[in-house]
């Protein structure tokens, strides 16, 4: 996996596009990390994968700050490398 950081460190596009407004009314309503519970949430993250019909359904994503973002995707890496 590319480094996260340098993957979310510039916009594509200075007007936002579908995907940025979705996951930006879900963030407004969840503003800290559902994780750690200490920081602001700065990313939307889906619980499940690419292509799955209710991959944006509310009730399978998590507000997340940058560091438990990279942590949970980590931990998926490990999972997926041990297997």
Same mark, same amino acid.
């Given at each position: 996996? #590319?480094? /996260?950081?340098?993957?979310?460190?510039?916009?594509?596009?200075?007007?936002?596009? #579908?995907? +940025?407004?979705?996951?930006?009314?879900?963030?407004?309503?969840?503003? *800290?990390?559902?994780?750690?519970? +200490?920081? $602001?949430?700065?990313? $939307? =993250? =889906?619980? &499940? /994968?690419?292509? =799955?019909?209710?991959?944006?359904? =509310?009730?399978?994503?998590? $507000? &997340?700050?940058?560091?438990?973002? *990279? $942590?949970?995707? +980590? +931990?998926?890496?490990?999972?997926?490398?041990?297997?």
């Amino acid at each position: 996996m #590319s480094n /996260p950081r340098k993957w979310r460190a510039k916009q594509r596009t200075t007007t936002p596009n #579908s995907r +940025q407004k979705r996951n930006g009314l879900f963030l407004d309503e969840r503003p *800290i990390c559902q994780r750690c519970c +200490q920081r $602001a949430s700065e990313h $939307a =993250h =889906h619980d &499940l /994968p690419k292509g =799955h019909p209710r991959r944006f359904d =509310h009730q399978f994503m998590r $507000a &997340l700050c940058e560091p438990c973002h *990279i $942590a949970i995707h +980590q +931990q998926v890496i490990v999972r997926i490398a041990v297997r």
